[in-house]
């Protein structure tokens, strides 16, 4: 149960060991999208509103919900890979579906860390949304300061957000 109480449960198969009918280690697919208040629905919000019940409570405190809900250990010591599809992005408007912000990204990520992962798709989504002229270029630390969820994340040692360099490689495939 999320925070004790008796509203929000995780699924057995994540809380249980292999030997109880659980799983070992669990692999992350998010999207590459928007989303209104934490700004991004990437792998980090993938994972606390995919290992939960009751989704909507946790739209009452996203950023801290988030981050805590991917602290949790069976969350934090079972997922050992985030593979984001980033062929195709949406820029604005999400997270429902709203083709017209869809733009054709073309890329894949992978990490270990979804912190990192989240912070390096927050960075590329904010440079969309100013290119596309979506959001004014002098806003955009403004957005940075608004957004702690990443932050909140960092400090409950989830993973790198600003306290160390992230090692960013890009693989051209041809």
Known sequence: MFHGGT????????????????VD?????PSFKH??????????????????????????FIERFIAEVCAFPPVRDKVVLN???GLRGQYDRGP??????????GRLYV?????A????????LLAKQIAAGRLAAEKADAVRQRHVGLA??????????????????????G
């Open 83 to 85: 593979v984001m599809d």
């Open 96 to 105: 429902v579906p709203a083709p017209q912000f869809v733009w054709p990204l």
């Open 152 to 173: 909140v994340a960092e400090n409950l040692g989830l993973g790198v957000h600003k306290g160390r360099p992230i090692d960013v490689r890009v693989i051209e495939l």
């Open 111 to 115: 990490a270990s860390d979804p912190v």
């Open 7 to 22: 509203k929000s449960f995780y699924p057995r198969i994540l809380t249980r060991g292999r030997a109880e009918g659980g």
């Open 35 to 60: 989303h209104g208040v934490p700004f991004i629905t990437m792998a980090m919000k993938n994972l606390a509103f995919g290992v939960t019940t009751n989704c909507p409570r946790g739209h009452f």
């Open 117 to 124: 992962l989240d912070s390096v798709g927050f960075e590329t």
């Open 25 to 29: 280690k669990v692999i992350n697919i």
